[in-house]
């Protein structure tokens, strides 16, 4: 695919008149994260992009300039915006808006590790506050109601308040950078999912999490994180 002639892929929404920045933004991102715009390519003019999408340069501009905010593209005098090759780009963002059912898998096995390390920390290291903080998420668990709502909320802040026993901050402040990522993937996994049995199966596999961090066991913990991620993402393809 030659994008240096200036011309873009079809937008996946070609009926939409007047798609807004966002949009446009989420467009390419997918298109970059696909690799249909390589590294090193440079991006449709302005004008051109104006005229593809149907709508005027200002959102067009403000599209590159969110592309520009996630480190994915860079402008420089003169030879326009091009894609930023991973290995130098400086941040790093999951566009919940985008996961699909394979990029949901793909953001489990990303967890895996850090969540097992996470765990045998909290482990090691929780204080009474720390448990009792994880223990209230469980329990909240337990009597929700609404599996997708107040249940997926206490799922989150169950994996937060590990995260927080670490005594790490920045495993705290990467479970929080995850934010709308994470619940994506955990509603996903519910959703897809045909065993009626799931709440009391997931259940299960936190109370175990929880028992092992409890007794200040590391490898338990860390084993049962391990079991409930590769739970998740199996429940995901059998659904």
């Given amino acids: 695919m030659n994008m240096t002639k200036g011309e873009a892929p079809a937008p996946v929404h070609a009926t939409v008149k007047t798609p807004p920045a966002e949009e ?41 300039s969110r592309l520009k905010s996630d480190g994915l593209v860079e402008s420089r005098q003169g030879s326009g915006v091009s894609v930023i090759p991973q290995s130098l780009r400086r941040s790093f963002k999951l566009h919940e808006a985008v996961l699909g059912h394979q990029q949901v898998i793909e953001l489990l096995e990303l967890r895996q590790p850090l969540e097992m390390a996470s765990a045998r920390l909290a482990a090691a290291r929780h204080t009474p506050e720390d448990l009792e903080q994880i223990t209230g998420a469980l329990q909240r668990m337990v009597e929700s109601s609404d599996w ?55 259940v299960q596999e936190h ?33």
Avoid: C, W
């Avoid at 991006?43 to 104006?50: A, C, D, I, N, V």
């Avoid at 997708?148 to 790490?168: P, V, W």
């Fill in 148 to 202: 997708s709502d107040e249940g997926l909320q206490a799922d989150l802040d169950f994996h937060h308040a590990i995260a927080k026993a670490t005594g790490n901050p920045f495993y705290a402040d990467f479970m929080a950078f995850l934010g709308g990522a994470l619940r994506a993937t955990i509603l996903t996994a519910r959703s897809e999912s045909n065993n009626p049995d799931i709440k009391s199966i997931t």
């Fill in 24 to 64: 446009i933004a989420q467009h390419l991102v997918v298109l970059i994260r696909d690799g249909l715009i390589p590294a090193g390519t440079k991006l449709p003019t302005e004008q051109t992009l104006s005229r593809q999408f149907h709508v005027s340069r200002t959102v067009v501009r403000e599209a590159i």
């Fill in 207 to 239: 109370q175990k999490i929880l028992e092992a961090i409890a007794a200040r066991n590391p490898d338990a913990a860390g084993h049962a994180m391990l079991l409930h991620l590769q739970g998740a993402s199996q429940r995901m393809t059998e659904g």
